[in-house]
DNA sequence: TCCATTCTGTGAACGAATTCACAAGGGCCT
DNA sequence: AGGCCCTTGTGAATTCGTTCACAGAATGGA
């Protein structure tokens, strides 16, 4: 049972029960719309125009909402900052995460690169690769480590959550020793099904799937 | 009506039926497998072992499968390389997709330098950034050009899909210009709702939002 | 040839997620 | 203060996707 001091619009009750992968996706967009319409200064929003800004329907909005508390106000909206403060608690992001980039390749360079990561509080703390003429090399603030001293990087930096951009052979070998490493999330851009333990969360960015599904939409509708 | 050929075992008449994405998802993704164990030497693949290899149940794969078309021998399990190809030709995939990267930018360059797209037959033609000072620099076997030529270069192109990699304020724009080109599938790394038309279809990849759900799984089980 | 074994294909049952529809709460104007 | 309008919160209904369970096809061995 979970001690932990949540605001007083939070259920605890609900909190532990099964919230969908869809639903948290969407919870992570609202949020993103909440603070783009707060820096413009817009401080009340209707679950109806927060459903057409992100692309699904009021009853969804509130539906979603609801089965974490009741943050608006009827006959007027949702205070814009509030909620948003909200949604950052029970996405988990009213602190910042310890992220090691696994894999210094193309898409790893380019994660590390990309500033949109730090900017949400996941904080890129260690860089691993398998090629010594990488090893050593510096990548911003951080020195680029090798792999073979995963496990012990892992710890010593307290990473939570690793990125993997390896190659899919040598995801078994690594995956074994992230786990073993401590670390309990996995953003995995390698196309193989990762074998994890149940308490290891998993979230798959596979790029050239979603490409392959768009050339499966297109060959439906395509010809005429 | 389309009256394009199809092999044997495809139904015509549940062609036009609603697949669901999690389906064509995973249709994707019994192809790698096939492709990765057919390489490997294996001709025959049971539903069990598909499903092992890509986290799903047998009765999942059975179903996918059947949506399509019987492609597998009763007692004996699915021919790799004959399965294999069956599902090129339902995904589109038995032809190449000629694909403009919209955003020259971190995620652009790596996606472009990635080479895993063309080895899947997507064929990167184009490239456009709004950056004069990129306009003109050459990209493997393309010019970067100017994005204010956007709807010119797609037609003359003949390009397919689009890759969007740009900022998220710059999408209104860019998106319905994309759309004036005569392009009917976008993969989307920006990360805001796109309004197309219904004969367009769009893919999403937001790495910041799958990260977020990392957060809020590792909140919900974490502190204990 | 016949039986035992294996694994597919698929209706039916089930469960999960979305949408509907409306009662109840809140603000504003007169 | 009272009435009207607006929007939330939520059970109920519906739709959609997954899992179950088994009949039927294919193979191999006796």
Chains 1, 2 share one sequence.
Do not use: C
Not at 164 to 172: D, G, K, M, R
Request: aromatic fraction near 6%; avoid cysteine.
């Amino acid at each position: 049972m979970p001690e932990r001091a949540f605001t007083a619009g939070l259920r605890l009750d609900r909190v532990r029960l099964n919230i969908s992968e869809s639903t948290v996706r969407r919870l992570s967009f609202y949020l993103r719309i909440l603070e783009k319409t707060g820096d413009a200064g817009v401080d009340t929003l209707s679950s109806e125009e927060l459903a057409e800004r992100t692309g699904t329907t009021a009853a969804q909005v509130r539906k979603d909402l609801s089965l974490f508390g009741s943050f608006g106000k009827r006959g007027l909206g949702y205070a814009v900052p509030q909620l948003a403060s909200e949604l950052r608690e029970i996405l988990g992001l009213d602190r910042t995460w310890r992220v090691a980039l696994v894999g210094g390749g193309r898409i790893g360079s380019a994660l590390f690169e990309y500033g949109g990561f730090r900017h949400r509080g996941f904080e890129i703390v260690a860089v691993l690769d398998a090629d010594p003429a990488k090893v050593g090399t510096i990548w911003g603030d951080v020195v680029l480590s090798d792999i073979s001293n995963l496990e012990a990087v892992l710890r010593a930096e307290s990473v939570d959550i690793v990125v993997l951009t390896i190659p899919a052979e040598a995801v078994p070998d690594v995956l074994d020793r992230v786990v073993a490493g401590g670390v309990r999330g996995i953003l995995n851009f390698a196309p193989v099904q990762l074998r994890v333990p149940s308490d290891v969360t998993v979230k798959d960015v596979h790029m050239v799937m979603e490409l392959e599904a768009l050339s499966f939409a297109l060959s439906q509708t395509g010809g005429e």
